[in-house]
């Protein structure tokens, strides 16, 4: 299904990319023409983490037929755990110098920490609520969507509505998340300044890492048993019941496994962009995170990661020279890849490998039978 | 009769949707190892009385007693699955984007749990018996084909071969034979004789020949009770079947 | 009893008109010459009581400090500019200002001129400001007052200032320590007979009451609270009901092109948003050409901004939705797709700012009802979602174009069988659905600000309506919509606004795993495709 080839070829673009980059940033003097400035770094990382978003949207929408319209709340809740391990690092060195609380709690005149805080100060407690925090969500999402049988758009709807109800709740000063501005200023990731160009290289590095860890993981999942069980769970589930399947459990599954995947690309991407605030929660970033997928082509793996990066490229490249056209070609995105690009660019690369006589791969067409 | 030799027994099955009665007080006894033929005008209750054995639609009053004392209205579809209840749909409903041999190693009989199929590995057991079944349905060299390229009747068959995967006690065949060549009508009732030899099997059919060809007992179904039982001649005899179904 | 009181005071005032008063007027006039602070305090009060025509002018110079007094116990007003004239009736007088000396106040009689202003203020010539006035007193509950209410209902002709004023007197009435047990009871009365929270907190305040009146008090409290509940429960419905009638129109139309066609339109919110701007450019060319019959520019935007949605919705059918039949979760992102760029194109358009839709003279202001508030645009919105689906209703039932649309909706391949051109009719379907959002934006026009991020702002709503209601047809949709308003509304107050919407959409996730479907599902073989 997803082959040898681009399966190398994918983990080489990805390690190999990252590696060089920071290379050229790291061992190079800053007039080089080798020299890669250091917003390139932090660029890149910010697409590395993307990917591992579009990752976990193309695991439960390419393969399980789910397509999540509020993913990117799994993203930004593993963002918030780290971005609350970066606020407990600045301790005595915020505007308010309060060794205990972060500064807009100071500001909004609180006593002590929440409990909800407590541990916070501990990197591994802290990694281990990147994991934990957006897999409970998404079991206890899924457990109640999966088992009464909400499918198709009306569960792409109650996952909107899901993303929506977190972006009002940390809108709300008394969440006790910041607010309005989120988490920012930080100084200090497990002792290394988090501005500095080296730990920017190391964290770029380290968003590679995962991106392929990720990604084999994902493969893993979508060549074993299981994941045939999950295809034909997208394309027939009421067929599997017959067959003595589950598909409550089979969505399920990969329903919490993608939500920490996103989770841990979040909490890569806050060091890395220094700032975690609840527009990361707006239903709009989540939409688009399922056109990257698209564009790259859905229930492909490798091409939710081109997608991701191409069209986040292609965002930095409008937003800053044609600020005012990049919705139109947001859009046009969003048409043109459903209309015209179905199987999105790998489809392409696909069509054009493809010799005449072999069967078309298993999973590239959008099959019918997601139909609800 | 005895009790044990029961393999199904509808008591009195009632099902209505938004007022119409689908199935109306049907009521329906299946030995263990027998094959019979359902019959009836549309809207019958021919569908309606299969959604209610395997689990998808559940009634509004009445049983579904399975071997000795489970009763189906109770489950869900895959525990009346797990149950060694197996079931071909109406129109043909195989895994489209897989292979004819993913689709039978699905069908399998098996832990059906996501903590199983994660790590499973296909044994020389499993390999040996898919290779066996697309024997039995004839498609040997359709293996490594996607299933949705192949034709009408060969999707039929898959889906019996899958079926036969799944090793059940009882199959229900829903118009198995509906667009079928002659040819292929003839190699299915074979087939179906044959899949009868070890187990159960009820057939929904509107083709009489085929069901003549079957030569077992027919239920003739009538807005949504039994309206005449017995064997192919001794309904087709009967004046109330002839009124309302043969005789159009 | 104290109504005879009254009564009989009025008689004594009114036998006695001219003379009495006068009389009663030097009197306070002669009091405000002592030195003694205690008469100045009661001339205040008896000055104001007195009805002499100057009488505000005169406690005004007080509390000025312009007040000053001859040897002669005359009093003269004295501005800043040096000019004096007689206080008792303001004729010029030449008085050189070494023979005058100011009337000294202190706190008590500062008291006092308060008191007298506010029921100075009793006997204005405009209703409104008695009003004002008598609610003050009310609020002052002080029982200085009480002359000049009495005076002051006794000659009120607007029964609404006179029941205000039979309020402030019973609450002096409840604070002057003399007042008898049979009147306190009587004005315990009059303020549960007013229920609202002033009167509850008056009667909260009560305090050396004897055993029956502080009783009393405490059953007129309960009685209060139990109405001020179902008053705040009237108000919470009619608020839920207009957010609902809102979401009733973003939605009616969603759920037309969800029911009929199977399609999540994503910029169904930017028809809303459309519809919006219909109307500012309707007000725009209206004032610009047609200014005699501006007022009525909401009857000319209505019909344009179903046409121009619709002509839209038609032309989105036609040119993208038609591609994407079979494929709801394409159509989805397609028209999300759709919705980013027309967001931006209003947006290059029309800049991204909010544009000023007027409120017709006849939709602005609100009337009473009770302790009930109810602004004349909402009442509109109302009726005018009430409106619209009754005509969307009877469109489906009694058109042509109606039943093919529902025989469409039941079986395509059937109505395509029949003879029915269904390509024809999903155009259509959209476009109606299309152009009702777009008058739902004319209405919101009138509550919200309009633009380009307007449709986005309901769109989630408007899903969660037709989740809600279920895609069946549109009385789901309006349950559906006036229930979430209603809950919407009636949690606001507990929880907040953001928090409420929160809970809602929680409670509609957990709603939705009891009822998949929704509220109304289709049923039988139809669903089951």
Redesign the interface.
């Known amino acids: 299904m997803i082959s040898h080839r681009v399966t190398l070829l994918t983990l080489a673009l990805v390690f190999g990319g990252a590696v060089l980059l920071a290379v050229l940033n790291q061992f190079t003097p800053p007039g080089s023409a080798l020299h890669v400035p250091p917003y390139v770094i932090a660029l890149v990382g910010k697409y590395l983490c993307f990917a591992m978003l579009a990752l976990a949207v193309d695991l439960v929408w390419g393969f399980g037929g789910i397509?999540p319209?509020g993913h990117a709340a799994f993203f930004a809740l593993g963002g918030y755990a780290m971005g609350m391990y970066l606020m407990r690092q600045i301790g005595t060195r915020g505007v308010y110098g309060n060794a205990m609380l972060p500064d807009f709690m100071v500001f909004l005149g609180w006593k002590a920490l929440p409990w909800y805080w407590s541990g916070f100060e501990w990197f591994a407690f802290a990694a281990l609520m990147v994991v934990l925090v957006p897999a409970v969500l998404a079991l206890v999402?899924g457990w109640?969507?999966f088992?009464?049988?909400?499918?198709?758009?009306?569960l792409?709807?109650?996952t909107?509505?899901?993303t929506?109800?977190l972006l009002?709740?940390f809108?709300?000063n008394d969440m006790g998340f910041g607010g309005n501005n989120g988490l920012t200023d930080f100084k200090d990731i497990v002792g290394f300044p988090v501005q500095a160009d080296p730990t920017r290289a190391s964290l770029l590095v380290l968003s590679a890492l995962f991106l392929c860890g990720q990604f084999l993981l994902a493969r893993f999942v979508v060549m074993s048993r299981f994941g045939k069980v999950l295809i034909a769970v997208r394309d027939t589930e009421s067929r599997t019941r017959f067959l003595g399947y589950r598909p409550e459990s089979y969505k399920l599954v990969v329903w919490v496994l993608s939500a920490i995947m996103a989770g841990i690309g979040g909490a890569l991407y806050v060091p890395q962009v220094g700032i975690i605030n609840p527009s990361e929660f707006s239903?709009a970033n989540s939409?688009e995170a399922?056109?990257w997928v698209?564009v790259g082509g859905r229930g492909t793996l490798s091409g939710a990661i081109l997608g991701a990066v191409l069209v986040n490229f292609g965002k930095t490249w409008f937003t800053s020279a044609l600020p005012?056209l990049w919705?139109?070609a947001?859009?046009?995105?969003?048409?043109g890849?459903?209309?015209l690009l179905?199987e999105g660019v790998m489809g392409l690369f696909r069509a054009r490998a493809a010799k005449p006589g072999t069967a078309p791969e298993a999973e590239a067409a959008?099959a019918?039978g997601?139909?609800? | 009769m005895t009790e044990a030799d029961t393999l199904l027994y509808l008591d009195g099955v009632t099902v209505s949707?938004?007022g119409?009665r689908a199935l109306n007080g049907l009521s329906l006894v299946l030995e263990e190892g027998e094959m019979r033929a359902v019959i009836g005008p549309n809207g019958a209750g021919k569908t309606t009385m299969m959604d209610v054995i395997t689990g998808k639609t559940r009634p509004d009053t009445g049983s579904v007693i399975y071997q000795a004392g489970t009763d189906l209205t109770k489950l869900d579809e895959p525990a009346i699955a797990a149950l060694g209840i197996g079931r071909k749909f109406q129109k043909p409903t195989v895994f489209e984007p897989q292979t004819v041999w993913d689709n039978l190693l699905l069908a399998l009989a098996g832990d059906r749990r996501p903590k199983f199929s994660l790590w499973a590995r296909e044994s020389a057991a499993e390999r040996a018996r898919i290779e066996q079944i697309l024997e039995t349905v004839r498609l040997p060299e359709q293996r490594h084909r996607r299933a949705g390229d192949l034709s009408h009747g060969q999707k039929q068959w898959l889906e019996i071969g899958m079926l036969l995967a799944q090793e059940p006690r009882l199959l229900l065949v829903d118009e198995p034979v509906a667009g079928m060549t002659d040819a292929e009508t003839e190699q299915t009732a074979e087939l179906l004789r044959e899949i009868n030899l070890t187990r159960a099997v009820v057939v929904v059919e509107h083709d009489m020949a085929f069901v003549r060809a079957l030569g077992v007992k027919v239920t003739v179904l009538h807005e949504g009770s039994v309206l005449s039982e017995g064997s192919i001649d001794h309904v087709s005899e009967d004046p109330r079947v002839i009124e309302v179904y043969l005789g159009r | 009893m104290f109504r005879w009181l009254a009564l009989a005071l009025l008689a004594v005032l009114w036998l006695a008109p001219g003379p009495g008063r006068a009389q009663l007027a030097d009197e306070a006039l002669t009091a405000l010459t002592s030195t003694s602070f205690n008469s100045i305090r009661e001339g205040v009060e008896a000055l104001a009581a007195s009805g002499h025509p100057r009488a505000q002018s005169i406690i005004l110079a007080l509390q000025a400090g312009k007040l000053f007094l001859r040897g002669d116990k005359v009093l003269f007003i004295k501005d800043e500019d040096g000019s004096v004239i007689e206080a008792a009736t303001g004729a010029a007088a030449d008085v050189p200002a070494s023979a005058l000396k100011p009337v000294r106040v202190n706190n008590a009689v500062r008291g006092a001129i308060d008191a007298a202003l506010g029921a100075l203020r009793l006997f204005a010539p405009d209703a409104a400001a008695r009003l004002q006035a008598a609610e003050a007193v009310f609020r002052s509950r002080d029982p200085a007052a009480l002359p000049a209410l009495q005076r002051a209902m006794a000659s009120e002709p607007d029964a609404k200032v006179k029941r205000r004023m039979e309020q402030a007197h019973a609450t002096a009435l409840l604070f002057l320590p003399e007042a008898k047990e049979s009147d306190r009871l009587a004005a315990v009365m009059t303020l549960r007979a007013r229920g609202d929270i002033e009167a509850r907190s008056t009667l909260g305040n009560l305090t050396g009451q004897t055993q029956a009146v502080a009783e009393a008090a405490a059953t007129a409290i309960t009685a209060i609270d139990r109405n001020l509940q179902l008053w705040s429960l009237l108000q919470s419905v009619f608020y839920g009901l207009s957010l609902g009638s809102v979401l009733l129109l973003a939605a009616a139309g969603l759920a037309i092109t969800f029911g009929v066609m199977g399609v999540?339109n994503m910029a169904h919110g930017e028809m809303v948003m459309i519809g919006a701007y219909v109307t500012f450019v309707t007000q725009q060319a209206m004032k610009a050409y047609l200014p005699g019959i501006y007022q009525a520019n909401l009857l000319f935007a209505i019909p344009l901004a179903f046409i121009v949605a619709g002509l839209i919705g038609i032309a989105i059918e036609r040119t993208?939705i038609r591609?994407?039949y079979?494929?709801?979760?394409?159509?989805?992102?397609?028209t999300?797709?759709?919705?980013?760029?027309?967001?931006?194109?209003v947006?290059?358009l029309f800049g991204a700012s909010n544009r000023d839709v007027d409120t017709p003279a006849w939709m602005s202001g609100a009337t009473e009802l009770g302790s009930l508030t109810l602004t004349w645009n909402r009442m509109y919105i109302i009726l005018f979602a009430f409106l619209v689906l009754a005509a969307l209703m009877a469109a489906l039932r009694y058109t042509s174009l109606g039943l093919r649309m529902r025989a469409v909706t039941q079986n395509r391949q059937m109505a395509a069988a029949m003879g029915i051109r269904t390509p024809w009719i999903d155009a259509l379907t959209f476009g109606l659905g299309s152009g009702v959002a777009g008058m739902a934006g004319v209405a919101l026009s009138q509550i919200d600000n309009v633009s380009p991020n307007l449709g986005q702002n309901y769109i989630?709503d408007s899903?969660?309506v037709v989740?809600f209601g279920g895609v069946g047809n549109l009385w789901g949709t309006t349950l559906g919509a006036l229930t979430l308003g209603i809950v919407n509304k009636f949690l606001e107050p507990v929880a907040g606004a953001?928090?409420g919407?929160?809970v809602v959409?929680?409670l509609?996730?957990?709603f939705?795993?009891?009822r998949?479907?929704g509220m109304f599902p289709l049923?039988?073989?139809a669903a089951e495709?």
Not at chain 1, 330 to 335: Q, V
Not at chain 3, 336 to 344: F, H, K, P, R, T
């Open positions: 397509l319209l999402f109640l969507a088992r009464s049988r909400v499918t198709g758009v009306y792409s709807i109650i909107q509505a899901l929506y109800a009002l709740a809108f709300r239903p939409i399922v056109i698209a005012e919705l139109f947001l859009g046009a995105l969003f048409i890849v459903t209309l179905p959008p019918k997601m139909v609800t | 949707f938004d119409f | 999540i993208l591609w994407l079979g494929r709801p979760l394409e159509t989805l992102l397609a999300w797709g759709l919705s980013l760029v027309l967001q931006q194109a947006r290059s989630i899903f969660m989740v953001v928090l919407k929160i959409l929680i509609l996730i957990l939705i795993q009891r998949p479907r049923k039988g073989r495709t």
